[in-house]
């Protein structure tokens, strides 16, 4: 039998969750084959360790694939990682569940296989994610739609910025996601990162959403992206410059056929982080 979905998982330094991590991916109840991509950059802790153990006191259905590079990957763009796994993809949809994450659901798989088994005309699906701060899981409504089953339109993914989807929850199918970034491989290996993927996976059909809370987002720990803003002001500045460089990618490889919805959601990004900057700088002067 055919591997049907491939998990995508991305660790680096992680040694405090990469386990919780993994058996929330191993445990998943399906009736498909299925595979986990493991992919550690070099982490200077303890984490292959532990993926290695994990690795050996499994005996489940899950096909394990470690790949364990010789030198950082990350380093040579925000991508490069993911583009290091796609060779090793197998199934035909695609999950994704970074190493600080976890799922919290053991049908996860099947439930969003089944919706876009039944929705053959969309490329993305998603859930809304607890959050994780400070040990205590709390509901911040990230990833929230509503209560019910439903399409969600690609111009309101493209409005939000690509804040839309929670990385734990975003299942995808593989052929049309491939066929675009290898068309345009040079740009999405510097800049194919979450909110790009949410964009470029639902643009024309849009994303179906499933209502169940079936993942955790952790923030605001020890070398995550969130603690990282919180601590260095000029690391959302750094962020807002890249932003510009994608838009302004996005919108040349779609041949500005999306630019209103592009040029809404930059001008509504720009008026956000230029205010940050404002109190910021009475901040200082205070």
């Known amino acids: 039998m055919s591997t049907k979905v491939s998990v995508i998982c991305t660790c680096y330094n992680h040694e405090k969750y990469i386990e919780q991590t993994l058996l929330s991916i191993l445990n998943q109840t399906v009736d498909f084959e299925y595979e986990l991509l493991i992919h550690d950059d070099c982490s200077p802790d303890n984490s292959r360790k532990i993926i290695d153990r994990v690795f050996n006191e499994y005996s489940g259905k899950c096909q394990i694939k470690r790949i364990y590079p ?11 990682v993911l583009f290091n796994m796609l060779p090793h993809v197998d199934g035909e949809f695609i999950a994704f569940c970074e190493g600080d994450d976890y799922w919290v659901d053991d049908n996860k798989l099947q439930k969003q296989l089944e919706a876009l088994a039944n929705h053959k005309d969309i490329n993305a699906c998603f859930h809304p994610s607890l959050t994780l701060l400070k040990d205590q899981l709390v509901d911040k409504k990230y990833g929230y739609q509503g209560d019910l089953e439903k399409k969600i339109p690609y111009q309101y993914v493209i409005k939000k910025g690509g804040d839309t989807m929670p990385m734990a929850s975003m299942f995808i199918r593989k052929e049309p996601f491939f066929d675009l970034i290898y068309q345009h491989e040079d740009f999405f290996k510097l800049y194919g990162e979450h909110s790009v993927l949410q964009i470029i996976n639902s643009i024309e059909q849009g994303a179906w959403y499933l209502p169940e809370k079936m993942s955790v987002y952790r923030s605001m720990h020890e070398g995550s992206w969130s603690l990282q803003q919180a601590k260095d002001p000029t690391a959302e500045d750094r962020e807002f410059e890249q932003y510009k460089i994608r838009i302004l990618g996005l919108n040349k490889i779609y ?3 999306y630019w209103i919805c592009f040029l809404g959601t930059y001008l509504k ?3 956000k982080h230029y205010l940050k900057k404002i109190k910021r700088w009475f901040k200082t002067k205070a």
């Open 70 to 80: 010789e030198e950082n990957i990350y380093s040579k763009g925000s991508s490069a």
């Open 255 to 257: 041949r500005y056929k």
């Open 269 to 271: 990004k720009s008026k």
